[in-house]
């Protein structure tokens, strides 16, 4: 079975600083690699994918992630933060021998300070 | 194009009592997947339901079942409920356009908040 580890529960940052979210994932078949944000009181809102191809995916927002296949790892990252960004993310990986459904990681507070 | 819709966003229901959530996908989306979101256990899939029949399906009790109908609306429902299906309930749609080794993205609604007192 899959699972998904998001290495830190909250991750405090000020504005206009990098910032890195980890994610380490573990399969023993070929995965696709997701990364969701959520707005307090609203669903979850897709920031970037991995299906194939080139291992850096850029996503909206200016977030971009790694694909690492030896690391097992797809950690998300962005140059310079914004308030707005303050949200909680979530890592996810789904099976592509199960389709439409999604393995999430326990999520990462995102608090952007100004 | 509409997004996928939740109806009701908010509920407050009892122990024993039984509640149905209905899940609208976008338009010419066939597959709709079911989350519960709690503060412990975090995201976990429930079941996927695509041409109107269940194809996967979580590790939840029985109390827990959905169906979809022909215009690929979907229903959960939970009977004898419990303190802790306290949840937010997502569901999520995709085209789920065919192919082994294709995947359509899921597209999530704003959820159903399900207070049991």
């Known amino acids: 079975a899959q699972s998904v580890t998001q290495l830190d529960s909250q991750v405090p940052v000020f504005e206009e600083a990098p910032v890195e979210l980890r994610c380490n994932y573990s399969?023993?078949?070929?995965?696709?690699l997701f990364w969701y944000v959520q707005y307090p009181n609203q669903g979850l809102q897709l920031l970037l994918k991995?299906?194939?191809?080139?291992?850096l995916v850029k996503g909206i927002n200016g977030f971009e992630a790694e694909f690492n296949k030896s690391q097992t790892s797809f950690h998300l990252r962005k140059p310079s933060v914004h308030i707005s960004d303050t949200a909680e993310y979530f890592c996810a990986v789904n099976l592509d021998t199960s389709y439409g459904k999604l393995t999430f990681g326990q999520g990462t507070i995102l608090t952007v300070h100004p | 194009k509409a997004g996928v819709t939740q109806t009701p966003r908010y509920l407050i229901k009892t122990r024993g009592q039984q509640v149905t959530l209905s899940c609208s996908p976008i338009?010419?989306?066939?597959?709709v997947s079911w989350y519960q979101q709690t503060p412990g256990q975090g995201l976990q899939f429930l079941f996927e339901?695509?041409?109107?029949?269940?194809?996967n399906k979580g590790n939840f009790p029985g109390r827990f079942s959905g169906r979809q109908f022909s215009n690929s609306r979907s229903e959960m429902n939970v009977s004898t409920l419990e303190l802790g299906d306290s949840a937010l309930y997502l569901c999520a749609s995709s085209l789920r356009s065919g192919g082994s080794r294709s995947y359509n993205e899921q597209f999530f609604g704003p959820g159903t908040r399900l207070t049991v007192l």
């Open positions: 399969s023993s078949v070929s995965v696709y």
């Open positions: 338009s010419g989306h066939r597959s």
């Open positions: 339901y695509f041409s109107e029949t269940q194809r």
């Open positions: 991995y299906l194939s191809g080139s291992t």
